[in-house]
């Protein structure tokens, strides 16, 4: 059964870093790609990053490119997301994915963690 659990969130004034994590269970995730995606209240779901299995294509949206980065562990079992200088229209919902193709594509989310930016 794979799971998926985002933490870090929180409360942050704008300019300031903040570092999301996610643990996965149930399989081993080294060889599936693994990103971060964001829903800020009233909009739709956004694609953050991504990143390759055994962390290789770090893939960053124009929105966040330069401010923050992807990464994983995979001994961990564990995919980061390091936020800096962040402004209060990154404050959003923030949930990773794991796309398992089995050979078709599925794609497991986990719960999600806040991210809340103040102004």
């Known amino acids: 059964q794979v799971q998926l659990v985002e933490s870090g969130g929180g409360l942050v004034q704008a300019g300031g870093s903040l570092r999301v994590s996610c643990v996965a269970s149930g399989r081993t995730f080294s060889s599936y790609a693994m990103g971060w995606f964001r829903q800020a209240p009233g909009k739709e779901r956004e694609f953050v990053a991504t990143?390759?299995?055994?962390?290789?294509?770090?893939y960053h949206a124009d929105s966040v490119k330069g401010r923050f980065t992807i990464s994983r562990d995979d001994a961990k079992n564990t995919v980061f997301l390091q936020m800096n200088s962040l402004k209060p229209e990154d404050t959003a919902v923030y949930s990773c994915?794991?796309?398992?193709?089995?050979?078709?594509?599925?794609?497991?989310w986990g719960q999600g963690t806040q991210v809340t930016v103040s102004s």
């Open positions: 994915n794991v796309r398992i193709k089995t050979p078709q594509v599925y794609d497991y």
């Open positions: 990143i390759s299995g055994s962390g290789g294509n770090p």
